[in-house]
């Protein structure tokens, strides 16, 4: 790639006019990355229209509207007998109604009484409120009559977060695309082609540029699978490559029969199977990169300490990476005991250990004493050194890419690589998603667990449902409330799990609130809390952000509202995180009143099965009718552009692509930088 586009697509959003450090964290939360090519990648979720609206009686509450207004009057707001009150602007439409305009501790009020100053007209556009008076808070634009073409007629709205507002990412983008052509110049134009394909999504006329078949969206999505089939082909032909063979690693000391000895239960058909397979690759002149699919509860840990057992057996070390610190301290708390009754030393390091205490540790790693790591990304930040890092084990895989497994590998030479993923996928994609792994599926159940009793439940049984929830909670029950992500919006999720917090909270006054637009930390402390057996809070209103693989045994009971909205495989993960106690555990889906057929099969499905495997064959089948929110994000794997329903010939075009390809071209090495952190320049 050229060194300007390069370096300039790795900008820091902190160097963009107007952003600075602050909204630089703030994007880094909701982008997943701080660079300008994170945020190119991130685009608008919906166009709304702003048309103009003459009468406030034409409009709808909830709208966003357009409309010129005489201003009348302003009351300034303020603090009055312990209630806080807004400033407000009286203003009347054409036909005299009257329209009110809110301000909320504002810091710059002065700036905007000037903008509207009494007896004029002026061109206002924001969202109209819903309540008995026509009400505008905080509008977006503001305008003299003869300037009011500025306010766009369509305007992209993107997925936001906590403290960016749509301005933000407005500014940002008009910003980045100015100043795009000339780090462009003199690319070739393949690359060329594929920004202005993404210009053209930034800066959407409709949502038609923005769905699965916008000729836009399709050329990217092409891109996007070109660079992940790719980097797939490669990873896999340098793995095999006889210059990277390796000499089997001769077994010195003998810690399996411990193993089996210190196991409290006897373990599944298909978990043996699993440790059978994983064994071989590790005896084998290739290094292994197995996959294991199992859904929630399969017992996936087990296994995972199986392999790094016998990884010890030889004197080699195994770093066992989790994606959050939760559960990197839930693996830790789990295996530890073992570890100890077998005589291998085990550790944790997060990005929380500091200091004297983390220094230890990475003296004990280094000596090669420690034999098994439990810990998050911090494994592999630059101080982090190994003896001799044997295997790598990446739990819930689905969430590192192509290139973070290759990073991973390059602490050690060439170690084993071992995922777990939970995420079940129709065996038809597997290959596609995962081709440069091996697969093994755990599809058994430990015996004696109880299934999950899944009811679907009408929206207006709700007080019912709340009456009953009062009387488990009482008895001890832990309840997971999950509110619908009402579309990828701003701030619309938020609401919803806020307004139905609102109201639970009245009947469960120590009910919790997490959701997307909280920082992480914040949500951390909160989960933490919800776990915590101690603690009085026993339901947890969330949106989805609830953690894959958290574990909470006596959460019991999990309540999925609008649940019609939501994928089969979002449900089933969803779902996962009941039932792991030796509790029977609930999930109540209640659908709304206007649940599609379709959205009432696929809840059947639900109630039906439990077996993951047979869920994400009927997700495949079903998905495509357009109506579920965030496809995108199915969950099992997470793409920018590429969506499963609608674009699996491109599938099978990018993946014969790669599959032909001798060595990878400049753009397909450019591609595969865009799309996969760190692959790409100096591969
Ligand atoms: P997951 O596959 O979701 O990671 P875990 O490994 O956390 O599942 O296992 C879930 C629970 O089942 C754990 O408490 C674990 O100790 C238990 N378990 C695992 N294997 C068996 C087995 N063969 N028999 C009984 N319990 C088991
Ligand atoms: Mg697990």
Same mark, same amino acid.
């Given at each position: 790639?050229?060194?300007?586009?390069?370096?300039?697509?790795?900008?820091?959003?902190?160097?963009?006019?107007?952003?600075?450090?602050?909204?630089?964290?703030?994007?880094?939360?909701?982008?997943?990355?701080?660079?300008?090519?994170?945020?190119?990648?991130?685009?608008?979720?919906?166009?709304?229209?702003?048309?103009?609206?003459?009468?406030?009686?034409?409009?709808?509450?909830?709208?966003?509207?357009?409309?010129?207004?005489?201003?009348?009057?302003?009351?300034?707001?303020?603090?009055?007998?312990?209630?806080?009150?807004?400033?407000?602007?009286?203003?009347?439409?054409?036909?005299?109604?009257?329209?009110?305009?809110?301000?909320?501790?504002?810091?710059?009020?002065?700036?905007?009484?000037?903008?509207?100053?009494?007896?004029?007209?002026?061109?206002?556009?924001?969202?109209?409120?819903?309540?008995?008076?026509?009400?505008?808070?905080?509008?977006?634009?503001?305008?003299?009559?003869?300037?009011?073409?500025?306010?766009?007629?369509?305007?992209?709205?993107?997925?936001?977060?906590?403290?960016?507002?749509?301005?933000?990412?407005? +500014?940002?983008? !008009?910003?980045?695309? *100015?100043? %795009? #052509?000339?780090? @462009?110049?003199? =690319?070739?134009?393949?690359?060329?082609?594929?920004?202005?394909?993404?210009?053209?999504?930034?800066?959407?006329?409709?949502?038609?540029?923005?769905?699965?078949?916008?000729?836009?969206?399709?050329?990217?999505?092409?891109?996007?699978?070109?660079?992940?089939?790719?980097?797939?082909?490669?990873?896999?032909?340098?793995?095999?490559?006889?210059?990277?063979?390796?000499?089997?690693?001769?077994?010195?000391? +003998?810690?399996? !029969?411990?193993?089996? *000895?210190? %196991? #409290?239960?006897? @373990?599944?058909? =298909?978990?043996?199977?699993?440790?059978?397979?994983?064994?071989?690759?590790?005896?084998?002149?290739?290094?292994?990169?197995?996959?294991?699919?199992?859904?929630?509860?399969?017992?996936?840990?087990?296994?995972?300490?199986?392999?790094?057992?016998?990884?010890?057996?030889?004197?080699?070390?195994?770093?066992?990476?989790?994606?959050?610190?939760?559960?990197?301290?839930?693996?830790?708390?789990?295996?530890?005991?073992?570890? !100890?009754?077998?005589?291998?030393?085990?550790?944790?390091?997060?990005?929380?250990?500091?200091?004297?205490?983390?220094?230890?540790?990475?003296?004990?790693?280094?000596?090669?004493?420690?034999?098994?790591?439990?810990?998050?990304?911090?494994?592999?930040?630059?101080?982090?050194?190994?003896?001799?890092?044997?295997?790598?084990?990446?739990?819930?895989?689905?969430?590192?890419?192509?290139?973070?497994?290759?990073?991973?590998?390059?602490?050690?030479?060439?170690?084993?690589?071992?995922?777990?993923?939970?995420?079940?996928?129709?065996?038809?994609?597997?290959?596609?998603?995962?081709?440069?792994?091996?697969?093994?599926?755990?599809?058994?159940?430990?015996?004696?667990?109880?299934?999950?009793?899944?009811?679907?439940?009408?929206?207006?049984?709700?007080?019912?449902?709340?009456?009953?929830?009062?009387?488990?909670?009482?008895?001890?029950?832990?309840?997971?409330?999950?509110?619908?992500?009402?579309?990828?919006?701003?701030?619309?999720?938020?609401?919803?799990?806020?307004?139905?917090?609102?109201?639970?909270?009245?009947?469960?006054?120590?009910?919790?609130?997490?959701?997307?637009?909280?920082?992480?930390?914040?949500?951390?402390?909160?989960?933490?809390?919800?776990?915590?057996?101690?603690?009085?809070?026993?339901?947890?209103?969330?949106?989805?952000?609830?953690?894959?693989?958290?574990?909470?045994?006596?959460?019991?009971?999990?309540?999925?509202?609008?649940?019609?909205?939501?994928?089969?495989?979002?449900?089933?993960?969803?779902?996962?995180?009941?039932?792991?106690?030796?509790?029977?555990?609930?999930?109540?889906?209640?659908?709304?009143?206007?649940?599609?057929?379709?959205?009432?099969?696929?809840?059947?499905?639900?109630?039906?099965?439990?077996?993951?495997?047979?869920?994400?064959?009927?997700?495949?089948?079903?998905?495509?009718?357009?109506?579920?929110?965030?496809?995108?994000?199915?969950?099992?794997?997470?793409?920018?552009?590429?969506?499963?329903?609608?674009?699996?010939?491109?599938?099978?075009?990018?993946?014969?692509?790669?599959?032909?390809?001798?060595?990878?071209?400049?753009?397909?090495?450019?591609?595969?930088?865009?799309?996969?952190?760190?692959?790409?320049?100096?591969?």
């Amino acid at each position: 790639m050229k060194r300007e586009l390069f370096d300039f697509l790795n900008t820091d959003l902190q160097f963009i006019k107007g952003v600075g450090p602050v909204l630089a964290t703030r994007f880094d939360d909701v982008l997943g990355g701080r660079r300008v090519l994170d945020f190119m990648l991130h685009t608008p979720a919906y166009v709304r229209a702003r048309g103009v609206t003459e009468c406030v009686s034409d409009a709808t509450a909830g709208d966003v509207i357009t409309i010129p207004l005489l201003v009348k009057s302003h009351r300034t707001g303020g603090v009055f007998r312990g209630h806080r009150r807004p400033t407000q602007i009286i203003c009347n439409d054409k036909m005299g109604n009257t329209v009110i305009i809110q301000f909320f501790n504002v810091n710059f009020l002065d700036y905007w009484l000037k903008k509207l100053p009494v007896g004029q007209w002026r061109m206002v556009s924001g969202k109209l409120e819903n309540g008995a008076r026509a009400v505008i808070n905080h509008p977006e634009f503001i305008e003299e009559m003869q300037n009011a073409a500025k306010i766009p007629s369509a305007q992209a709205v993107y997925p936001a977060g906590l403290g960016l507002t749509q301005k933000t990412f407005a +500014n940002v983008r !008009d910003q980045i695309f *100015a100043l %795009l #052509p000339e780090k @462009l110049a003199g =690319a070739d134009s393949d690359i060329t082609e594929f920004f202005d394909a993404l210009r053209h999504v930034h800066y959407p006329e409709s949502d038609a540029d923005l769905g699965p078949n916008s000729e836009y969206v399709v050329k990217l999505a092409y891109w996007e699978l070109l660079a992940h089939q790719s980097a797939i082909v490669i990873s896999r032909r340098t793995r095999t490559d006889a210059r990277n063979r390796r000499t089997p690693r001769p077994q010195r000391y +003998n810690l399996m !029969d411990k193993f089996y *000895a210190a %196991l #409290p239960f006897s @373990l599944t058909d =298909a978990q043996t199977r699993t440790i059978n397979e994983i064994f071989t690759d590790m005896a084998r002149d290739i290094p292994m990169m197995r996959l294991v699919q199992g859904d929630v509860g399969s017992g996936k840990t087990i296994v995972a300490l199986a392999a790094a057992i016998k990884m010890a057996e030889t004197g080699g070390q195994t770093a066992l990476l989790a994606p959050t610190d939760t559960l990197a301290q839930q693996h830790y708390a789990k295996l530890r005991p073992m570890c !100890d009754k077998i005589g291998v030393v085990c550790d944790i390091l997060t990005g929380r250990d500091k200091g004297a205490p983390r220094r230890e540790k990475l003296i004990s790693l280094r000596s090669g004493r420690t034999k098994i790591i439990v810990g998050t990304h911090a494994l592999f930040s630059d101080d982090v050194e190994y003896k001799d890092l044997g295997l790598v084990i990446i739990d819930e895989q689905h969430r590192f890419g192509v290139s973070q497994r290759e990073a991973l590998r390059t602490k050690g030479h060439n170690p084993d690589m071992l995922a777990l993923s939970a995420t079940p996928i129709p065996r038809t994609l597997s290959m596609t998603i995962y081709g440069d792994m091996d697969v093994s599926i755990i599809n058994e159940k430990p015996a004696g667990r109880i299934p999950i009793k899944t009811t679907k439940l009408p929206i207006a049984r709700i007080d019912a449902l709340v009456s009953r929830l009062r009387l488990q909670i009482d008895s001890g029950a832990k309840v997971f409330w999950v509110c619908p992500l009402v579309a990828e919006s701003d701030t619309s999720d938020m609401t919803a799990a806020h307004a139905r917090y609102d109201a639970l909270k009245k009947i469960f006054p120590h009910a919790g609130l997490v959701h997307g637009q909280m920082d992480k930390k914040q949500r951390d402390t909160v989960m933490a809390q919800f776990a915590d057996d101690n603690s009085d809070m026993r339901l947890l209103v969330a949106t989805t952000v609830i953690e894959v693989g958290i574990d909470v045994p006596r959460a019991t009971i999990i309540v999925i509202e609008n649940a019609e909205c939501f994928g089969l495989a979002a449900l089933h993960q969803l779902r996962g995180r009941v039932g792991r106690g030796n509790m029977q555990s609930y999930c109540i889906l209640l659908y709304g009143n206007n649940t599609s057929t379709d959205g009432m099969k696929r809840l059947d499905v639900l109630t039906k099965t439990d077996d993951g495997f047979v869920i994400a064959e009927q997700d495949l089948i079903m998905r495509g009718t357009g109506e579920l929110l965030g496809t995108r994000q199915s969950g099992w794997i997470n793409y920018h552009f590429v969506d499963y329903a609608h674009h699996r010939d491109l599938f099978k075009l990018a993946a014969a692509a790669a599959r032909d390809m001798v060595a990878p071209s400049d753009t397909v090495r450019d591609l595969m930088f865009i799309f996969d952190r760190g692959v790409g320049i100096n591969a």
